[in-house]
């Protein structure tokens, strides 16, 4: 900028800009100053606003693993270990060596065998001993032998997989998973015992998933709290709610799930009254 307004004034001074041309020239060179003053304000302003979002983000990262770290170390009697505690227990365990034998070598090729093969091979392991281990593959993310474990569970006889998955329900690492397992099943009364013990935990969004796997599992539980989320604000939660309610009833009643609330609430309403006439006879219909 120093140079420019020199050289203006050095052609002033030699008669080829006039004293008009020096104040243009002076004036645009302070706006422009004003400007760079401004900008470099704005990039120091955003490269703190930038670390201040780094500093946030580290903080919020630490305390997840802070909360992950004392949600691994919970281990009441009545739930399920996490982790390495699982592991350590479930190998220490008292087993028929047979069993064992059997259930060891099941578990080495796991990851490698065709998903026949490992529903077929499954068939030779009582269920109390393989299923344990099978929840802690599915908690494995990363697991190679994740596919075939889940593919197992859904194949799994629900009067004597259902109590022995149940108390694994309240585990959030693996709960989500089992009760899309469990929702797979034929419906049988062992699985909506089971689901019905966690039907009050959680967030609004376990509920619904939930409500939703007890209507698939044939219980009337299932159905009368489908149309209880039919009032939530959350369009996620509507969505789920409908749906299960159509595969459990066959109708909808016209619930639009983004109308305003005011006649959303209005269908929800003849949901309520309908199934207070008509739990008592109300029977699935057939998929």
Request: charged share 30%; net charge neutral; glycine share 4%.
């Amino acid at each position: 900028m120093k140079k420019l307004s020199a050289l203006i004034l050095a052609l002033s001074a030699s008669g080829c800009a006039t004293p008009g041309d020096v104040e243009k020239v002076a004036a645009g060179v302070d706006n422009v100053a004003e400007r760079q003053v401004a900008s470099d304000k704005t990039v120091r302003e955003m490269i703190a606003h930038v670390a201040e979002l780094k500093r946030e983000i580290d903080s919020l990262d630490h305390l997840m693993t802070s909360m992950r770290k004392r949600i691994d170390a919970l281990s009441p009697p009545s739930r399920p270990l996490s982790g390495e505690d699982l592991e350590r227990l479930l190998a220490g365990a008292p087993m028929d060596p047979v069993v064992r034998a059997n259930l060891d070598a099941y578990l080495k090729v796991l990851h490698e065998v065709k998903p026949e093969k490992a529903i077929e091979d499954a068939l030779t392991i009582p269920a109390d001993k393989l299923l344990p281990y099978l929840v802690l593959i599915v908690r494995k993310l990363q697991s190679p032998a994740r596919p075939n474990a889940i593919l197992v569970l859904s194949k799994a006889k629900p009067a004597d997989a259902a109590p022995i998955l149940e108390p694994y329900l309240s585990d959030g690492s693996v709960r989500g998973e089992l009760l899309n397992i469990m929702a797979e099943w034929e419906a049988h009364d062992a699985t909506r015992q089971a689901l019905l013990k966690h039907a009050n935990e959680g967030t609004e969004s376990w509920r619904v998933m939930l409500a939703d796997a007890l209507t698939k599992a044939r219980s009337r539980e299932g159905v009368k709290t489908l149309i209880d989320f039919l009032y939530s604000e959350e369009p996620t939660i509507r969505s789920i709610a409908i749906e299960g309610l159509k595969w459990g009833t066959g109708f909808d009643m016209g619930y639009k799930m983004y109308a305003g609330k005011e006649d959303r609430w209005a269908v929800a309403d003849k949901w309520k009254a309908w199934w207070k006439e008509n739990e008592a006879k109300f029977e699935f219909p057939k998929h």
